[in-house]
């Protein structure tokens, strides 16, 4: 069992719809709101999408920024980082943060380092769908990108491959500094929820984590786990991870239950009551900066 504190990171909407859970945080009103009240619950960390994953550039970032820019006002030293946009070339995926960052605080990016299948169900039962697709050539770009703005890249690991690439970057000492694993495993109902039977990656068992922990073995990165397409809290990775020096992931963006539409702050009681069950505590901003080891925000208030 781990003495470091527990960084519960909220991933409030994603490409979750009302439709699937009526309580997600859409306008930037609502997102911002809802980050306020996941903050006050515990979340260490809170990773939201915009209203629109198709906006790039500047028109991403202003859509960032009129949720963001009010809280980080009261808030300015709290965790957070948008998702990527749907833009060609890994710089292009994020130059909103980069817009971002000139006028808020931004410490983190995301990153996913490496290529997948993602889908669903087709009315015969057969898994439709698409690649997701991340090169080489890409995921060097992002982590030049982490580079030379200071964030700390939140590495999204949808398969083990994912974690190969980045156990490379990690031997070759090219990590950049405030990275962070995420474990994420597939649930019943997949990336998308919309059926049963197609989903990806690891399944969220016991021994799926241990075989992602045979792959971390001596590295000291951190971790957490998330379940896409089910509940974390029901399987036993949850527990384990806390149990193994872990952290979790939870939020509207994930979660699926067919019989239950929580809140977010719902999903974040629910960690903190886990976290404190296993005895361990919840990471406060300035604990979680130095267990990440991010490095030192450039953002300056003119």
Not at 112 to 129: I, K, Q
Not at 198 to 206: E, I
Not at 224 to 232: A, E, H, I, K, T
Not at 256 to 284: F, K, M, W
């Amino acid at each position: 069992m781990s003495d470091d504190p527990v960084l519960i990171e909220a991933a409030v909407n994603g490409g979750t719809t009302r439709s699937r859970n009526p309580n997600v945080p859409v306008t930037p009103e609502e997102i911002g709101a809802d980050a306020r009240r996941c903050y006050d619950a515990g979340a260490t960390i809170v990773h939201a999408h915009n209203h629109d994953i198709r906006l790039t550039g500047a028109e991403a970032a202003d859509a960032y920024l009129e949720a963001w820019a009010p809280l980080l006002a009261e808030r300015p030293g709290v965790l957070w980082y948008p998702t990527l946009c749907a833009a060609s070339g890994a710089r292009a995926k994020l130059e909103h943060v980069h817009l971002i960052g000139e006028q808020v605080p931004v410490r983190m990016a995301a990153v996913d380092p490496g290529s997948t299948n993602l889908g669903s169900p087709a009315d015969d039962g057969l898994p439709e769908g698409g690649v997701y697709a991340n090169s080489y050539a890409d995921i060097r770009e992002a982590f030049d990108c982490c580079e030379d703005h200071g964030w700390g890249p939140q590495l999204a690991i949808y398969e083990p491959g994912f974690l190969q690439c980045v156990l490379t970057y990690h031997r070759a000492g090219r990590l950049p500094a405030g990275a962070m694993v995420k474990l994420y495993f597939g649930g019943e109902w997949g990336m998308w929820a919309r059926g049963t039977g197609v989903t990806f990656g690891l399944p969220p068992t016991t021994n799926a984590l241990l075989a992602y922990l045979d792959m971390l073995e001596g590295t000291g990165l951190p971790w957490s786990v998330s379940v896409w397409g089910g509940d974390l809290m029901a399987t036993p990775v949850a527990r384990l991870a806390l149990e193994r020096c872990g952290h979790l992931h939870v939020g509207l963006e994930e979660h699926y239950d067919p019989a239950h539409s929580p809140t977010n702050v719902e999903l974040v009681e629910q960690a903190v009551a886990l976290v404190d069950d296993v005895g361990r505590s919840v990471a406060t901003t300035e604990a979680a900066v130095e267990l990440l080891h991010l490095p030192a925000s450039s953002f300056t208030t003119v």
